[in-house]
């Protein structure tokens, strides 16, 4: 816990700046410096684009409810399918885990006023922006269609204005990410407040730290493998043009090296999430506290030596698909490892089903799934049968739905009543939360078996004998659907209406939870100080004699 | 906190476990036939992995289940859990565990993946060291930069190094029938050098070591066979290589698996392994024919097949179809001159 501290050590030159004693509506539409304002922009924006690209994924899963090709346009098909990924990855989980829940949450973890670079913040999140306007206006010129890994040759012949629009978004989602993260990762190594130890960094600041060192390594790769690409499209180089002497598979390596990293950009944030509200609602410290800080980190360097396993049935020599091989079964350790700590966190405790604890279960049941398909998936002799197919798409939902989305959802309920001062409602909650777990296995399971027999992913017309199948992947999606409806009425009206929530109204002890909710405009009036670590539960059991 | 349960209740527990897994690992029933002497490698090789993954998936959801149930908050009861912040003995039991695991998993992967000939694309059979320097040049150095320039030495190069060679069985020696691969939105072509026939379906003999010399001329298409696991992608301006021994006669999908436009999804023929009398049979027969041209294939992509799932997409492709062959012409127009 936390005493007033006298010695006022402001953020920087923050404290310096004007601001009324408290935002109006308004001042949430406007280029505005402060690192709470700039993380609900971020998670209300990414929230909206999370349901655009749920739109998208509804038409496709009605297009699969029959075999033939019958509902969409088979090109407008594969717009919806490039475009739902890259929105899901670029505009929804990064900005909402990383930008949303790390800009409003690391620097309450850590006792500071604001983020080292108060405009700089504002300007990555408003980068965003033209991103998102530049995929939706892509739409009028056809779309981009060449998948979210848009790779040459089809890229360069498809669409072109469309797929170079959606070249221009990346490389502003992209440059918002690498803003962020310098921003991260100067503002965790230099503001702490003084009496925090570097094992007293709560875990979700580790885990942006990791992401952020990932993503200033990995993005700059993209960009320059899509600004190749956007060349060779507009200004007749031929980087990637195989009749020219272009090589389409340095295409893929370049993407890769970045968009492997990148699915942890999307997990890692989550599992500083998990670290966080597991020992809260399990009223226990976290097990293996290091184990996780430093597995997040152990994560983040191998999994910049794994991208190959994307490539196994492509242009990649004997040697390369086997030392991949290896190195990406080396990944699973150290994730395994999270799992594990956090099952035995709940050992033991005393679990408050909450719905932000539900949540981050039913993440934990899931997630087990998505990384047991990840090592089959690992392993180049099976991926061979099953990679570009459904195998896949099951095993990347179960991580990134069953895992990213379930643990932004448990962020959400966790950190609601401190961003909004209300609760959300705990009925609508729990409802919401069965109907996406339900949703989400009656989608994604099935689609293991459909990539195992022989149906490949991103198809508009399949075989018939998939049809079955196909129908209750179709049936799970509609009900996922509908399962936004009870979070969202819930989000709106607690938003001013929900049950009051005071300071700390699950009785945790990270620093967020010292000051009242919401936060006065420069978090605290005066400093606290930390005296304990951030899971010290259950210590009245070590005075009790 | 709870007691730590009985030996007796552990090992029923374990045996639970280990007998569901085995039956899981082995009664699955995910993957299709097997038609090629790969095929069995790679289920072996996947029902291990399963057993493994049913084990540790039980194994860790009971452990949650059981937490769930075990650990709850009684009525009444606002107090925290125990203060337990670690356990060295077992984080390093359960760091151990999956690394050997995934140790063992690595090295039965290099003996499965040498076995269907992954290490000998292009006959290079197991000289890592020129493997590794071609690779480099392939792969990483980017063709434009330092290779020679004739389109020949190219592909020589190209050709020696992708996709899977002879299987061990038959290292060493040079295939039994050669076809060339082509593909195309949206529609495969197979030629067979040695008697001129164009086709577009893929007629083998059974239990012969068959090798395909894969392209592509338009965008990247990957040439995937289900019930052989065997798949490879066609990479415009990289040839690969395909080698396998079918082993049951019978007529199997091929199935484009890499996005390639609008129909990809019905980018599918099949392969017919026929017995040696019938594909004998058949070569004669086709050779008597007038050889058939590239062009009447790849304009008619939805007549290539006759089976019923293509139906479907008569009028679609046929629609298409007409087009394909403007469209894979401007498209090759625009990668050289767009
Ligand atoms: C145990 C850890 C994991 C392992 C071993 C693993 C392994 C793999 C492999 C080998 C592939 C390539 C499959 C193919 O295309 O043939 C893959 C695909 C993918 N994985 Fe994982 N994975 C793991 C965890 C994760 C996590 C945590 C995420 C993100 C939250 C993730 C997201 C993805 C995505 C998005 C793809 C598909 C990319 C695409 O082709 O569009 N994976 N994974
Ligand atoms: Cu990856
Ligand atoms: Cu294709």
């Known amino acids: 816990m936390a005493q007033a501290n006298l010695t006022d050590r402001g953020a920087g030159n923050f404290s310096v700046h004007h601001h009324p004693e408290k935002w109006k509506?308004?001042?949430?539409?406007?280029?505005?410096?402060?690192?709470?304002?700039?993380?609900?922009?971020?998670?209300?924006?990414?929230?909206?684009?999370?349901?655009?690209?749920?739109?998208?994924?509804?038409?496709?899963?009605?297009?699969?409810?029959?075999?033939?090709?019958?509902?969409?346009?088979?090109?407008?098909?594969?717009?919806?399918?490039?475009?739902?990924?890259?929105?899901?990855?670029f505009l929804w989980i990064v900005p909402g885990a990383i930008g949303g829940f790390g800009n409003y949450l690391v620097p309450l973890m850590i006792g500071a006023r604001d983020m080292a670079f108060p405009k700089l913040n504002a300007l990555a999140f408003w980068v965003t922006i033209p991103a998102g306007a530049l995929l939706l206006g892509s739409f009028f010129f056809g779309g981009a269609q060449a998948g979210w890994t848009s790779y040459p040759p089809l890229s360069l012949i498809t669409a072109n204005t469309a797929q170079s629009m959606w070249i221009l978004a990346i490389v502003f989602a992209g440059t918002s990410s690498i803003l962020g993260a310098v921003n991260f990762i100067i503002t965790i190594w230099k503001m702490r407040v003084p009496s925090m130890d570097w094992d007293q960094l709560p875990l979700f600041c580790w885990a942006i730290l990791a992401t952020s060192i990932l993503a200033l390594f990995s993005t700059p790769v993209l960009a320059a493998g899509l600004v190749l690409l956007l060349f060779d499209i507009n200004f007749g180089t031929s980087f990637f043009k195989p009749d020219a002497g272009g090589d389409v598979v340095m295409y893929q390596h370049l993407f890769w090296f970045y968009s492997h990293p990148a699915v942890y950009l999307m997990i890692l944030p989550i599992f500083g999430i998990m670290s966080e509200v597991i020992p809260v609602h399990a009223r226990k410290p976290i097990f293996g506290y290091k184990a996780i800080a430093y597995s997040s980190l152990t994560i983040c360097l191998v999994g910049l030596f794994v991208w190959v396993h994307h490539m196994f049935t492509s242009g990649t020599p004997p040697w390369m698909r086997m030392f991949f091989t290896v190195s990406t079964l080396i990944v699973a350790v150290p994730t395994g490892v999270k799992i594990f700590s956090w099952v035995a966190t709940l050992w033991g405790g005393k679990i408050r089903y909450?719905?932000?604890?539900?949540?981050?279960?039913?993440?934990?049941?899931?997630?087990?799934?998505?990384?047991?398909?990840?090592?089959?998936?690992?392993?180049?002799?099976?991926?061979?049968?099953v990679h570009d197919t459904y195998y896949v798409v099951a095993h990347f939902h179960y991580v990134l739905f069953g895992g990213s989305v379930f643990g932004i959802y448990a962020g959400f309920y966790h950190w609601f009543p401190k961003i909004t001062?209300?609760?959300?409602?705990?009925?609508?909650?729990?409802?919401?939360?069965?109907?996406?777990?339900?949703?989400?296995?009656?989608?994604?399971?099935?689609?293991?078996?459909?990539?195992?027999?022989?149906?490949?992913?991103?198809?508009?017309?399949?075989?018939?004998?998939?049809?079955?199948?196909?129908?209750?992947?179709?049936?799970g999606a509609f009900l996922l659907g509908v399962s936004v409806l009870p979070f969202l009425i819930n989000a709106i009206w607690s938003w001013s209406r929900g049950a009051k929530a005071g300071g700390?109204?699950?009785?945790?002890?990270?620093?967020?939870?010292?000051?009242?909710?919401?936060?006065?405009?420069?978090?605290?009036?005066?400093?606290?100080?930390?005296t304990q670590g951030p899971y010290a539960y259950g210590e009245e059991h070590l005075t009790v004699e | 906190m709870k007691q730590i349960p009985a030996p007796l209740w552990t090992l029923t527990v374990g045996v639970v476990v280990t007998v569901i897994s085995f039956w899981v690992g082995y009664n699955h029933g995910f993957l299709p036939e097997q038609a090629s002497a790969q095929a069995p490698l790679v289920d072996d090789f996947f029902n291990i992995m399963m057993v493994i993954g049913t084990a540790l998936f039980l194994v860790v959801e009971g452990a949650i289940v059981y937490c769930m149930i075990q650990f709850r908050r009684r009525k009444g009861d606002d107090s925290d859990g125990l203060p337990i912040e670690g356990n060295l003995p077992l984080e390093a039991f359960w760091t151990a565990i999956p690394a050997v695991i995934v140790i063992g998993l690595g090295i039965y992967s290099v003996q499965v993946f040498q076995e269907m000939g992954g290490f000998s694309p292009g006959g290079l059979?197991?000289?890592?060291?020129?493997?590794?320097?071609?690779?480099?040049?392939?792969?990483?150095?980017?063709?434009?930069?330092?290779?020679?320039?004739?389109?020949?030495?190219?592909?020589?190069?190209?050709?020696?190094?992708?996709?899977f060679?002879?299987?061990?069985?038959?290292?060493?020696?040079?295939?039994?029938?050669?076809?060339?691969?082509?593909?195309?939105?949206?529609?495969?072509?197979?030629?067979?050098?040695?008697?001129?026939?164009?086709?577009?379906?893929?007629?083998?003999?059974?239990?012969?070591?068959?090798?395909?010399?894969?392209?592509?001329?338009?965008?990247?298409?990957?040439?995937?066979?289900?019930?052989?696991?065997?798949?490879?992608?066609?990479?415009?301006?990289?040839?690969t290589e395909l080698r396998f021994v079918a082993t049951k006669p019978g007529t199997y999908p091929v199935v484009c698996a890499e996005l390639c436009g609008g129909y990809h999804g019905a980018m599918r023929t099949q392969v017919i392994v026929h017995t040696p009398e019938d594909f004998q049979a058949w070569v004669d027969q086709r050779v008597a024919q007038a050889p058939m041209s590239v062009d009447a294939i790849a304009q008619n992509p939805a007549d290539l097949s006759d089976s019923d799932y293509l139906a479907p997409y008569e009028t679609a492709l046929g629609v298409d179809a007409r087009l394909v062959a403007q469209l894979s012409q401007a498209s090759a127009d625009d990668i050289i001159n767009p």
């Open chain 2, 165 to 239: 060679g002879a299987s061990i069985d038959n290292e060493g020696r040079s295939a039994d029938l050669e076809v060339n691969v082509s593909g195309m939105q949206y529609a495969w072509i197979f030629t067979y050098p040695d008697t001129g026939i164009v086709d577009g379906e893929l007629h083998v003999p059974v239990d012969a070591d068959v090798q395909l010399n894969i392209s592509a001329q338009d965008v990247i298409h990957s040439f995937w066979v289900p019930q052989f696991r065997l798949k490879q992608d066609a990479i415009p301006g990289k040839d």
């Open chain 1, 421 to 475: 001062g209300h609760y959300l409602n705990e009925g609508l909650g729990k409802l919401h939360f069965v109907l996406t777990f339900i949703g989400t296995n009656l989608t994604f399971l099935p689609m293991h078996q459909l990539g195992l027999q022989g149906m490949p992913r991103r198809v508009a017309m399949y075989d018939p004998q998939f049809q079955t199948i196909n129908q209750i992947c179709t049936f």
């Open chain 1, 354 to 385: 909450t719905s932000a604890m539900l949540f981050a279960i039913g993440l934990l049941v899931m997630f087990v799934l998505g990384g047991l398909s990840g090592v089959t998936l690992g392993t180049a002799p099976v991926d061979i049968h």
């Open chain 1, 25 to 89: 509506w308004y001042d949430y539409f406007t280029f505005n410096v402060d690192h709470k304002v700039i993380g609900i922009q971020y998670l209300v924006t990414s929230f909206a684009f999370y349901l655009i690209g749920g739109l998208m994924a509804l038409a496709m899963r009605a297009e699969l409810a029959t075999p033939n090709s019958d509902l969409l346009d088979p090109n407008l098909y594969n717009a919806f399918l490039t475009n739902h990924g890259t929105i899901m990855i």
């Open chain 2, 125 to 163: 059979e197991h000289d890592h060291g020129m493997m590794i320097a071609q690779a480099h040049t392939g792969a990483m150095g980017g063709v434009s930069e330092d290779t020679p320039d004739t389109p020949e030495a190219r592909q020589q190069l190209a050709k020696a190094v992708y996709g």
């Open chain 1, 504 to 530: 700390n109204p699950w009785d945790a002890k990270t620093l967020e939870w010292t000051t009242d909710s919401p936060p006065a405009i420069e978090n605290w009036e005066v400093l606290p100080v930390v």
